[in-house]
């Protein structure tokens, strides 16, 4: 029976990916409606990457010494502040700050303060072996959520269609709500049990005996965060608001079906795990999904762009709960914090110029060379990943091999 706390992450991890979902289609239709650039767009978006990078890592290597529930309460203040800024500021320089010091995510994946937090207390609440389980079904809540929040992202239209609100106003309505989801992410926190990570207070340290396996996977994730930083959703869809003049709402439905085909692949991806293992099932799915990416540059055809890009979607995400499971299995308990932090750490720090790198890239050109380089990296980044940790097995797949 699933436990009521795993079930409280998953409304939390829900309400916070609906608002993921709209924001990183709105965030560069917002920008560029107040007049900015496609350079200021990537910029603002590694702004954000940075600042949630900094943070978490922050948060991750002090968290032993707090109660979860104290600092994710602290966490939801923060995204209030970030929705609010936005629905209310214009001004560049204001706009880069809050991006830096906020929760706005421009990818459709998760890589904010909540995350090490979350998947720590993930893993203290369920069985080994039912984590990889657990870890799909939190991943599933966000992908399917976060794909009903990209169609959340035809809204402003509406408004404006409507109500007669000019542009701007109805994308800033929209960061208001994003402000608002705070408040109900908040009390789902507030009925976490006080005492979790109590007993992580007495680590003597972040990390201990898993320094190196950590900082290892911590570069190798750097390489990955690096080529996915280029394809955040955002600068995908600058990319086909650019090349093929998609609408808004036409955008939006596009990245609801991507998000439903890499929802409906976790639990395929816990099948395969359980028979090849966490790493090959992190690679051998990740290969593929980087050779779409490098394809779709050189299609003029946008039907076979979507068919690609829905390939990829497929593909490309059955790492996610895989990844989060190999990290908490091959580490102490007490180290979950740190290690969450400092693995995921480079899906923001890494990734955090990759954003302006593809708005400069395209802002020159609207072939897709950010499109290009991304699968390139990703195919590196699996080929190594398989060379140095496909003998480092988590417990339960070794107690399976010896028995």
């Known amino acids: 029976m699933s436990s009521p706390h795993v079930n409280r992450l998953l409304v939390a991890k829900g309400l916070r990916a609906f608002g993921d979902g709209y924001v990183s289609l709105l965030l560069p239709v917002y920008l560029i409606a107040l007049g900015y650039s496609a350079v200021d767009v990537g910029l603002i978006a590694t702004a954000t990457l940075l600042g949630s990078g900094l943070l978490t890592l922050a948060v ?19 995204m209030a502040a970030t929705g609010l800024g936005f629905a209310t500021i214009t001004s560049f320089w204001p706009l880069l700050l809050i991006a830096f010091v906020g929760t706005l995510n421009p990818s459709s994946g998760d890589v904010s303060v909540f995350l090490p937090l979350e998947h720590a207390v993930l893993s203290r609440v369920v069985e080994d072996r039912g984590r990889t389980a657990a870890f799909a079904r939190y991943s599933l809540v ?3 959520v976060a794909a009903l929040g990209s169609l959340a992202a035809g809204i402003p239209a509406m408004l404006s269609a409507r109500l007669g609100l000019g542009n701007v106003a109805a994308l800033q309505c929209m960061f208001a709500v994003y402000a608002l989801t705070a408040i109900p992410v908040a009390l789902v926190y ?9 007993n992580e207070k007495r680590a003597p340290a972040p990390l201990t005996v898993s320094r190196t396996r950590v900082y290892t996977l911590a570069a190798l994730f750097s390489v990955d965060a690096f080529g996915g930083g280029l394809v955040v959703q955002s600068m995908v869809a600058l990319w086909l608001f650019q090349r093929y003049g998609l609408s808004l709402g036409e955008a939006g439905t596009i990245f609801f079906w991507t998000g439903l085909l890499s929802a409906g692949s976790f639990f395929v991806a816990v099948r395969l795990a359980n028979r090849i293992g966490l790493v090959n099932t992190m690679v051998f799915t990740h290969i593929p999904s980087s050779v779409c990416l490098v394809a779709i540059p050189f299609v003029d055809d946008l039907r076979v762009v979507l068919a690609l890009l829905f390939v990829r979607a497929a593909l490309s995400q059955m790492d996610v709960p895989t990844r989060s499971s190999y990290v908490m299995a091959i580490v102490q308990p007490e180290e979950r914090p740190a290690a969450a932090s400092i693995t995921s750490v480079p899906r923001s720090l890494a990734s955090a110029v990759s954003p302006l790198l593809a708005g400069y890239l395209l802002g020159v050109s609207t072939f897709g060379w950010p499109l290009v380089a991304a699968g390139g990296v990703k195919i590196a980044y699996d080929l190594a990943l398989l060379a140095m940790f496909r003998k ?11 028995g």
């Not at 991750?60 to 923060?78: E, I």
């Not at 480092?392 to 010896?402: H, I, L, M, S």
């Open 392 to 402: 480092v097995r988590p417990p339960e797949e070794a107690r399976r091999a010896g």
């Open 142 to 144: 966000g992908a399917l």
């Open 60 to 78: 991750g290597l002090r968290a032993y010494r707090f109660h979860y529930r104290v600092v994710l309460l602290a966490a939801t203040a923060l």
């Open 190 to 198: 507030r009925s976490l049990p006080h005492s979790l990570g109590a």
